[in-house]
Every structure is written in structure tokens, then in C-alpha cells.
């Protein structure tokens, strides 16, 4: 079993640098905890063959790795021009119409009529990841006229953001739902859902799921940001998508989002992702930027659960030493005493339960007493996101039968993952524990452990007892009460 070596989890995006047995292994062993497919790129048989490998590497590291299957969305694509690309110039007149006929330098056409519908007058309308910035001026029935306020290059099959629109599109394209059912029917842990604009988008993926795997939003569109509370009611966990959020809305107001969201994740003790040229230049580069080592810094010090990386590890050059570096990074930050005040002062109260109290107790445990590590026994990996948002100093060791749920909790910050045995008695769970947390290295025969459990055992949300043990087994026994458990 790989030791415990950080909280925050990093996510490696597999692709043609990063698709062989030996690359995916190293990334394992560098520190990547899960691993995403990227469904715009490449077929499913070859999504297939990367799903495979991984987990063969999973039963070979002892160490359960997650999954996640990243859906495309639909895009708004330019149509095709005469003899482009052109060159557009600011304060050229320009129009998008639902003429087929192949465009020129002062129109294109736009294969998308729901989109001309919903375009008003003062729109924006960005092209080429907003290189080319345009306003609308005139609505038409079947067309709109605009004025380009920053030029540039635009030609064949462009793609188009509409930052002040609420598009009436479904989240979901006839090839997102097509790879959707093949991620379930593969065994992926997590679906990534793209171009959500409201809560509906996520409950319409959740009815296709049935529960077969989890939901990770990515927040990317102005209309995600503004009904985010919604949204996040409704998810199993948050990406902040700064590729496409960055092109929709002021690169200025990114970092107060990023943060806002985060927080938000947490309180809730939902896992937050963040994602986009996190380490940018590491694609070409064997060393990153002092800016980017600073941006992968600043996300931990916010407490995001993970961060991730995607054409670094992709199609870059240095994949492995890109995780190498996350790691790192995540060390040095983990240590750092002003880490450790800052996630303490941002701490919240949890919606009172029984469960809650016992997590927020055994974290209060682990910071007053001398105990090496919280171990908490889950079916559905309640309890284990329980332990997770309360952000304790000691790690948290997670025991389950389901190897699923396992990979799932791969996803949150601080859970180290074991599948263990089902067990019966409460002694014997501590017992588990105890191993777990030795086998992790994270304790010895001389150290104590906090355990959290629910009596009766195998119900699922009953976690209702907390116990400070010894890890040594024999003392474990001699510590038993009457009538045992």
C-alpha cells in the first residue's frame, strides 16, 4: 500500500503523452490521485483501453484511483467562409445569418438558429477563445448585425461564446449522452458535465446516471456563477472551469470567483476542483513559472480539495514532472504553519446532526490529544465528506467495503482510502483501523488513533460513536468494555 504523503489530491488529465502503462503508472506514483478522460478528444475505444490500464495500476500500487469522465457539451461553431480566414478589423460591420452559403468578411453563417433567437441587441459576442470581441447592434429574424470592438483573425468552424445570453440549449448533446451511458457502463467514478447553465442541466445528467457515478459541475458560464447556489445544491462537486470562464467574464473578477466558490464547497462539504493552465508553460517547459507555482499555492491555501491538470499531463512534454511539481507544491504548503491558521479561521459550523457533531468532535480530539490519524468506516462516503470539510490537522484514514466508494472519496481532500472487510463489532473495526493506519505509515505500535463508526454497523448513515484507541492490537482488546460492541 503507497503511504500517505498529502491532503489536497491532484487530478492528471490522460491523452497522447500520458496513455501508456508506464507514463500512467509513474504519474500514480508521482501523486496523481485521479484521473480524467477527456471525452472531446479521441473515441471511446481508446478511452477504453486508458480505463483499463488504469485500473490494472490500481490493483498493482494497493492504492484506489479515481475516475473521471470529462462530457464535451455542446459547442457554437462559426459556419465555413468563401476564402478565409479574414482578417476583421475594429469597427468593421459584421453579420451572422442562416444563409448557408460560405461566408466573406462582412458575414458567416450561423448553424445554430436557437442561438440567433436568443441573441439581444448590446450582446456580446466572443470568437476564437475571445481573440475577437463583437457587440451586437441589430436583431433580425433571421440574422443579427454587430460591430467588431477588438479584431483579429476568424475563419472555418471557430468556436463562439455568448457571455450575456442564457442559451436554450441542453447541457447535453446527442454526444454527450452517448458518452455519458459509456462512462457508466465503463465504471467511471465521476462525470464532468460542461456548459451547465442552471440547476435543470444537472438534474437531466443525474435521471441518465441512475447513481452509477458521481457529478462534477464545471462552473465555466457567467449563468453558472450567478445561480451558483442552486447549482451546488444539486451537485455531488464543483470544478472551477477557468478556461471558458475566463473568456466569458472579466479576467479581473476570476480570482474573487475562484475563491467565493471554493468557500462555498466547503461549507457545504462538497469536493471543489481547480482547473486551467494551473501550470501552463510545463507543457513545454521542464520547470514552471513563479506565477503558477503561486496560483497551484494560492488554491491550497484556499482549501480547494484538488487541483488539475490538463494539456500539462495531456499532450506536454513533462506530464510526469508536472505532477512531480503538484506534489511538491502541496508538501511545502501542507507544512507551512500559516497554512494550517488559515483553514482553521475559515471554518464553519455544519448542519447540526449526529454525524456532524461526531466528525467535528474527533477533529477537536485529534487537535487537543496526541492521536496520529482519524479513521471513519463508510458505505456511501457520507461520513468520510464529513470528516473531510472539517479540514483536521491529523490525516483521515477511510475504511469501506465498496471499492467504488472508495475511488469516489478520491476526489476530497485529506481521505486516504482503504477497502477493507466488512465488519460486524466495534472492536473489530478499531482493530481495522489500527492496521489501516500502519500500513499507510502514518502510525506505529506506540501511537493512538481516533475511530468513528455507526452502531449498528453495515446501515448506512448511522455514524454515532467515536473512540480514541491505542494502535497496538493487543492493548486494543485489553481496552474492550464488558460486553464488547
Same mark, same amino acid.
Given at each position: 500500500?503507497?503511504?500517505?504523503?498529502?491532503?489536497?489530491?491532484?487530478?492528471?488529465?490522460l491523452?497522447?503523452?500520458?496513455?501508456?502503462?508506464?507514463?500512467?503508472?509513474?504519474?500514480?506514483?508521482?501523486?496523481?490521485?485521479?484521473?480524467?478522460?477527456?471525452?472531446?478528444?479521441?473515441?471511446?475505444?481508446?478511452?477504453?483501453?486508458?480505463?483499463?490500464?488504469?485500473?490494472?495500476?490500481?490493483?498493482e500500487?494497493?492504492r484506489?484511483?479515481?475516475?473521471?469522465?470529462?462530457?464535451?457539451?455542446?459547442?457554437?461553431?462559426?459556419?465555413?467562409?468563401?476564402?478565409?480566414?479574414? /482578417?476583421?478589423?475594429?469597427?468593421?460591420?459584421?453579420?451572422?445569418?442562416s444563409?448557408?452559403?460560405?461566408?466573406?468578411?462582412?458575414?458567416?453563417?450561423?448553424?445554430?438558429?436557437?442561438?440567433?433567437?436568443?441573441?439581444?441587441?448590446?450582446?456580446?459576442?466572443?470568437?476564437?477563445?475571445?481573440?475577437?470581441r463583437? $457587440?451586437?447592434?441589430?436583431?433580425?429574424a /433571421?440574422?443579427?448585425?454587430?460591430?467588431?470592438?477588438?479584431?483579429?483573425?476568424?475563419?472555418?468552424?471557430?468556436g463562439?461564446?455568448?457571455?450575456?445570453?442564457?442559451?436554450?440549449?441542453?447541457?447535453?448533446?446527442?454526444?454527450?449522452?452517448s458518452?455519458?451511458?459509456?462512462a457508466?457502463?465503463?465504471?467511471?467514478?465521476?462525470?464532468?458535465?460542461?456548459f451547465?447553465?442552471?440547476?435543470?442541466?444537472i438534474?437531466?445528467?443525474?435521471?441518465?446516471i441512475?447513481?452509477?457515478?458521481?457529478?462534477?459541475?464545471? +462552473?465555466?458560464?457567467?449563468?453558472?456563477?450567478?445561480?451558483?447556489?442552486?447549482?451546488?445544491?444539486?451537485?455531488?462537486?464543483?470544478?472551477?472551469?477557468?478556461?471558458?470562464?475566463?473568456?466569458?467574464?472579466?479576467?479581473?473578477?476570476?480570482?474573487?470567483?475562484?475563491? $467565493?466558490?471554493?468557500?462555498d464547497?466547503?461549507? +457545504?462539504?462538497?469536493p471543489?476542483?481547480?482547473?486551467?493552465?494551473?501550470?501552463?508553460?510545463?507543457?513545454?517547459?521542464?520547470?514552471?513559472?513563479?506565477?503558477?507555482?503561486?496560483?497551484?499555492?494560492?488554491?491550497i491555501?484556499?482549501g480547494?480539495?484538488?487541483?488539475?491538470?490538463?494539456?500539462?499531463?495531456?499532450?506536454?512534454?513533462?506530464?510526469?514532472?508536472?505532477?512531480?511539481?503538484?506534489?511538491?507544491?502541496?508538501?511545502?504548503?501542507?507544512?507551512?504553519?500559516e497554512?494550517?491558521?488559515?483553514?482553521?479561521?475559515?471554518?464553519?459550523?455544519?448542519?447540526?446532526?449526529?454525524?456532524?457533531?461526531?466528525?467535528?468532535?474527533?477533529?477537536?480530539?485529534a487537535?487537543?490529544v496526541?492521536?496520529?490519524?482519524?479513521?471513519?468506516f463508510?458505505?456511501?462516503?457520507?461520513?468520510?465528506?464529513?470528516?473531510?470539510?472539517?479540514?483536521?490537522?491529523?490525516p483521515?484514514v477511510?475504511?469501506?467495503?465498496?471499492?467504488?466508494?472508495?475511488?469516489?472519496?478520491?476526489?476530497?481532500?485529506?481521505?486516504h482510502?482503504?477497502?477493507?472487510?466488512s465488519?460486524?463489532?466495534?472492536?473489530?473495526?478499531?482493530?481495522?483501523?489500527?492496521r489501516?493506519?500502519?500500513? %499507510?505509515?502514518?502510525?506505529? !505500535?506506540?501511537?493512538?488513533?481516533?475511530?468513528?463508526?455507526?452502531?449498528?454497523?453495515?446501515?448506512?448513515?448511522?455514524?454515532?460513536? %467515536?473512540?480514541?484507541?491505542?494502535?497496538? !492490537?493487543?492493548?486494543?482488546?485489553?481496552?474492550?468494555?464488558?460486553?464488547?460492541?
Amino acid at each position: 500500500m503507497m503511504k500517505a504523503t498529502k491532503n489536497v489530491k491532484i487530478l492528471a488529465t490522460l491523452g497522447p503523452s500520458s496513455s501508456d502503462r508506464k507514463t500512467i503508472r509513474a504519474l500514480a506514483e508521482a501523486g496523481a490521485d485521479v484521473f480524467r478522460l477527456n471525452m472531446s478528444h479521441g473515441d471511446q475505444e481508446g478511452q477504453r483501453a486508458r480505463y483499463e490500464v488504469i485500473r490494472e495500476i490500481e490493483q498493482e500500487i494497493d492504492r484506489p484511483l479515481g475516475v473521471l469522465a470529462d462530457l464535451q457539451g455542446p459547442k457554437i461553431r462559426l459556419g465555413t467562409f468563401a476564402d478565409g480566414p479574414y /482578417d476583421v478589423h475594429d469597427g468593421d460591420v459584421f453579420r451572422f445569418d442562416s444563409n448557408e452559403a460560405p461566408g466573406d468578411k462582412t458575414r458567416v453563417h450561423l448553424p445554430h438558429p436557437e442561438v440567433l433567437q436568443a441573441l439581444t441587441k448590446d450582446a456580446t459576442i466572443l470568437i476564437n477563445d475571445g481573440k475577437v470581441r463583437m $457587440r451586437v447592434t441589430e436583431k433580425h429574424a /433571421d440574422a443579427v448585425d454587430t460591430v467588431v470592438v477588438v479584431g483579429g483573425e476568424i475563419s472555418d468552424r471557430k468556436g463562439m461564446n455568448l457571455p450575456d445570453v442564457v442559451l436554450p440549449l441542453a447541457a447535453l448533446s446527442e454526444k454527450d449522452r452517448s458518452d455519458l451511458e459509456f462512462a457508466c457502463e465503463l465504471g467511471a467514478d465521476w462525470i464532468a458535465l460542461s456548459f451547465v447553465q442552471r440547476a435543470a442541466d444537472i438534474e437531466e445528467a443525474q435521471d441518465l446516471i441512475k447513481g452509477r457515478a458521481m457529478v462534477m459541475t464545471k +462552473v465555466e458560464k457567467p449563468a453558472a456563477v450567478a445561480d451558483f447556489p442552486s447549482i451546488l445544491a444539486v451537485s455531488d462537486g464543483i470544478m472551477v472551469a477557468r478556461g471558458d470562464l475566463g473568456v466569458e467574464m472579466d479576467l479581473a473578477d476570476l480570482p474573487a470567483i475562484q475563491k $467565493r466558490l471554493i468557500r462555498d464547497c466547503r461549507n +457545504v462539504g462538497k469536493p471543489v476542483v481547480v482547473a486551467t493552465q494551473m501550470l501552463e508553460s510545463m507543457i513545454h517547459s521542464p520547470v514552471p513559472t513563479r506565477a503558477e507555482i503561486s496560483d497551484v499555492a494560492g488554491a491550497i491555501y484556499d482549501g480547494a480539495d484538488a487541483v488539475m491538470l490538463s494539456a500539462e499531463s495531456a499532450a506536454g512534454d513533462y506530464p510526469i514532472e508536472a505532477v512531480s511539481t503538484m506534489q511538491d507544491v502541496a508538501r511545502k504548503v501542507e507544512t507551512d504553519p500559516e497554512y494550517r491558521k488559515m483553514i482553521d479561521a475559515s471554518r464553519t459550523n455544519a448542519k447540526p446532526s449526529i454525524a456532524t457533531a461526531i466528525t467535528s468532535a474527533a477533529r477537536e480530539v485529534a487537535d487537543a490529544v496526541d492521536v496520529k490519524a482519524i479513521c471513519c468506516f463508510t458505505h456511501s462516503g457520507t461520513t468520510a465528506r464529513l470528516a473531510s470539510r472539517e479540514r483536521p490537522s491529523a490525516p483521515i484514514v477511510v475504511l469501506t467495503p465498496f471499492r467504488k466508494t472508495a475511488r469516489q472519496l478520491t476526489m476530497c481532500w485529506g481521505l486516504h482510502c482503504v477497502v477493507s472487510e466488512s465488519v460486524e463489532r466495534f472492536k473489530m473495526a478499531v482493530i481495522s483501523a489500527a492496521r489501516a493506519t500502519k500500513a %499507510l505509515g502514518l502510525a506505529d !505500535e506506540n501511537d493512538r488513533i481516533a475511530v468513528t463508526a455507526g452502531v449498528p454497523f453495515n446501515k448506512p448513515g448511522t455514524t454515532n460513536i %467515536l473512540r480514541v484507541a491505542p494502535v497496538d !492490537e493487543e492493548a486494543i482488546y485489553e481496552g474492550e468494555p464488558s460486553g464488547g460492541y
